[in-house]
């Protein structure tokens, strides 16, 4: 059963350290997208590539995070530095075009974030 | 700009009946997706069901079915014989561009569902 894994599931950091959260898609996905869940703002979108292109990331912070995908198989988030504000759960998805379920954005289990 | 509005911070549902969750979206887009996720107390977002702008039936997907109202901008979820798994967050989502489109889902607040024995 194919999933989008996230690394780690949790992370507790002191403010002005630098986080990485990483996503592993779905294999033959070619879109990705990060998404920022927070009590008082909900599910946001921060980012999203499709064949490895930053497509949209006019949701992220571009001060202190930024977001990359070195290879079809990886994807990372890094925030630079951390602040409390900062402490949400971050998910990530991907989807493609090619699948016959193509209306799905399979999102991944989530990192829990928390920056004291 | 686009935006998805769920009214039911909350909802109480007993066991075994059907019960409806609100949404409705604005868009200025003809060609659009409406989605459905859970997310239980564990936190990973489930997909339910999905409705496209240009799809003339009503989307069902098991014991759940999306009552949608173009006219209105109206995409209710309904579930039907509710269990006490039910019981999550459920979040309206909405995607431009329709179906075959990989855009980002734009969500609503939730609405948390508690299912009562």
């Known amino acids: 059963d194919a999933r989008v894994t996230q690394t780690p599931r949790h992370k507790v950091t002191e403010m002005g350290q630098e986080v990485t959260m990483r996503c592993q898609p779905i294999l033959g996905h070619n879109t990705v997208f990060w998404y920022r869940q927070t009590m008082m703002q909900g599910l946001e979108l921060l980012a999203y590539?499709?064949?490895?292109?930053?497509?949209?990331d006019s949701g992220m912070p571009k001060d202190r995070f930024s977001a990359e995908m070195p290879d079809a198989t990886l994807a990372t988030l890094k925030i630079q530095p951390s602040e409390p504000r900062d402490s949400a759960v971050y998910f990530c998805?991907?989807?493609?075009?090619?699948?016959?379920?193509?209306?799905?954005?399979?999102f991944g289990p989530g990192t829990r974030l928390t920056v004291l | 700009a686009q935006k998805i509005t769920q009214t039911q911070p909350g909802m109480f549902v007993q066991e075994k009946e059907a019960v409806t969750l609100d949404c409705t979206y604005d868009?200025?887009?003809?060609?659009?997706?409406l989605f459905w996720y859970k997310q239980p107390s564990s936190g990973e977002m489930i997909f339910l069901i999905y409705?496209?702008?240009?799809?003339?039936q009503n989307a069902t997907e098991g014991r759940y079915s999306l009552n949608f109202q173009k006219a209105r901008k109206s995409a209710n979820l309904v579930i039907s014989a509710s269990q006490l798994g039910d019981s999550a967050m459920y979040f309206c989502?909405?995607?431009?561009?329709?179906?075959?489109?990989?855009?980002?889902?734009?969500f609503g607040k939730g609405t948390k569902l508690s299912v009562k024995p």
């Open positions: 868009t200025s887009d003809q060609s659009y997706g």
């Open positions: 998805a991907s989807g493609t075009r090619r699948d016959s379920r193509y209306n799905e954005q399979f």
């Open positions: 989502a909405m995607r431009a561009g329709g179906g075959g489109s990989q855009g980002n889902l734009i």
């Open positions: 590539f499709r064949n490895r292109a930053p497509l949209d």
């Open positions: 409705q496209g702008s240009y799809d003339e």
